[in-house]
């Protein structure tokens, strides 16, 4: 998994909050703190005392598989190879722009599709733009993307039926 400009999906690393050349050692107190915060167990008691928190369970098995792939000298080698890899691939998707994608408005989300070189798609939706601090703003036949950060450009493309 990716994660930063290149990408929208974190990495293992971002997962347990640790630097890419993190020790063993960092990776697994970080572990060990995200497996505890993240307990469900825990969760469960905190959630009769106030409102449920949604995707705990999920948070625990992330950290949990985090965990496993980079507490392993030969997978965490493996992992970082193939990260770099991707990361190369990400370079030439760059290409791409905002009004090469192909947009259906499924009401409450909004998805944008790309045709791959292979033949398949690439999409991602309003709610993932959303957890990288893109704001979408649709009217009739428009959709227009603005990062929430400063000294982005915004980007538009047209509706599909």
């Not at 050692?25 to 995200?34: D, K, L, Q």
């Not at 950290?63 to 991707?86: C, H, P």
Request: glycine share 6%; proline share 1%; aromatic share 8%.
């Amino acid at each position: 998994m990716l994660s930063g400009d290149t990408s929208i999906l974190k990495t293992h690393y971002d997962i347990l909050g640790v630097k890419e050349d993190a020790s063993l050692e960092e990776i697994h107190t970080s572990y060990r703190s995200a497996i505890l915060n993240s307990h469900p167990d825990k969760m469960q008691k905190a959630a009769e005392t106030s409102y449920p928190e949604h995707g705990t369970g999920d948070r625990f098995l992330e950290n949990q598989r985090a965990w496993e792939l980079l507490g392993n000298i030969q997978s965490r080698g493996v992992y970082d190879t193939k990260l770099r890899a991707l990361r190369q691939d990400a370079i030439g998707a760059e290409d791409v722009t905002f009004e090469d994608l192909t947009v259906e408005d499924a009401g409450d989300v909004v998805e944008f599709l790309y045709q791959c070189r292979c033949n398949d798609y690439y999409s991602i939706d309003s709610l993932e733009l959303d957890e990288m601090g893109f704001v979408l703003s649709r009217d009739r036949k428009l959709v227009a993307s603005r990062r929430t950060q400063q000294g982005s450009a915004a980007h538009g493309a047209e509706l599909t039926a």
